[in-house]
């Protein structure tokens, strides 16, 4: 059975505080956008609160919530691996975490030759 090549994953952290979201807000999705500053950090928004464009890439589900990135930015991000993680502090952001004192951020790791192979890169 070949492995499925994920491009995006979470720690535990992010997981514990995707849950906690999820039973305060009910369904929730995740999107980075391109934009400067708190806009190129990925953000949490309602289904309802924020519209997935036709320039939009799905890269994958962490916990059967959507993450979505701008093409623009994913032009980027192609070759590398992300990890959804937390930390304490506020963003300037409309993100749904934002009023708890924390906020998600991005780890990345270059893809390894086998992950770029197995996903056509």
């Known amino acids: 059975m070949e492995k499925q090549i994920e491009k995006i994953s979470a720690t535990d952290k992010a997981l ?6 999820k039973d305060r807000y009910g369904a929730i999705m995740f999107h980075q956008s391109g934009g400067c500053c708190d806009g190129s950090q990925p953000m949490c ?16 589900e962490i916990e059967g919530v959507e ?11 192609k070759h590398t691996h992300l990890t959804l993680d937390v930390v ?4 300037s952001s409309f993100s749904l975490e934002i009023p708890m004192g924390v906020r998600f951020i991005i ?11 197995a996903l056509n890169i």
């Open 16 to 21: 514990k505080l995707i849950a906690e979201l």
């Open 45 to 60: 928004f309602t289904i309802d609160d924020f519209k997935i464009g036709g320039s939009d890439i799905k890269l994958g």
């Open 67 to 77: 993450f979505w990135m701008s093409k623009d930015q994913y032009e980027y991000w």
């Open 88 to 91: 304490s502090g506020r963003g």
């Open 107 to 117: 780890q990345s790791r270059l893809l390894t030759q086998e992950e770029r192979e």
